[in-house]
């Protein structure tokens, strides 16, 4: 029997399944949209909250319908409907990244067989797994927080020390309380922090 190849694994997704990770690739695509925000705004010191998406050269505001993470950009062939200069490839990059990080972690913790012996929809239909839901999210956080420090360290910014010892402690605290959650997310942390704090010094040095 021939090997199944990735089409074929992708084909034989219930409809229900397929639809929820759709649906997760856009949540995560939309918090990719946020941080591009954060990103660009946080070291500037405006709002993150009061103030609409404009394009940053002429200052149009962007309209709901181009605002559309990844899709708008790809309609608007990367430039500004008003002034038509271009729209730097690193918005929709870095929201199809948060897509696929949400995806990937919502697919192996949501998605798969429970000590019950059911998986993927009929576990969360039936009540199984709902406390995977809450580890999931808790992951995704943890993954989406990284990747903004990840951004910020790129464009040679340093996330506050408050948000740094904050999502320590988000990631510390859980597993101590839920020991369900793990502590991948609390190494991950630290070893971000600790590659982002040998790039800063590599770069420092003469």
Known sequence: MAEETFLDGLASLPVAEAVVLAFCFAFGAGIGSFLNVVVYRAPRGESLVFGGSHCPRCGAAIRSRDNVPVLGWVLLRGRCRDCSEPIAVRYPVVEA?????????????????TPRGRSGIDALLAGDS??????????????????AWVLLAWDGQRPGWRWQWLTLLGTVVPPLV????????????GGTLALLRSIEYCARRP
Do not use: D, K, N
């Not at 897509?99 to 798969?112: I, W």
């Not at 709902?130 to 990284?146: E, F, K, P, Q, S």
């Open 97 to 113: 990244i948060a897509g696929v990080l949400v995806t990937a972690v919502a697919a192996s913790e949501l998605l798969t067989q």
């Open 130 to 147: 709902w406390g995977r839901v809450l580890v999931c999210g808790h992951h995704c956080w943890i993954a989406m927080t990284l990747l």
């Open 178 to 189: 839920w020991p369900g959650i793990g502590w991948q997310p609390a190494v991950a942390t």
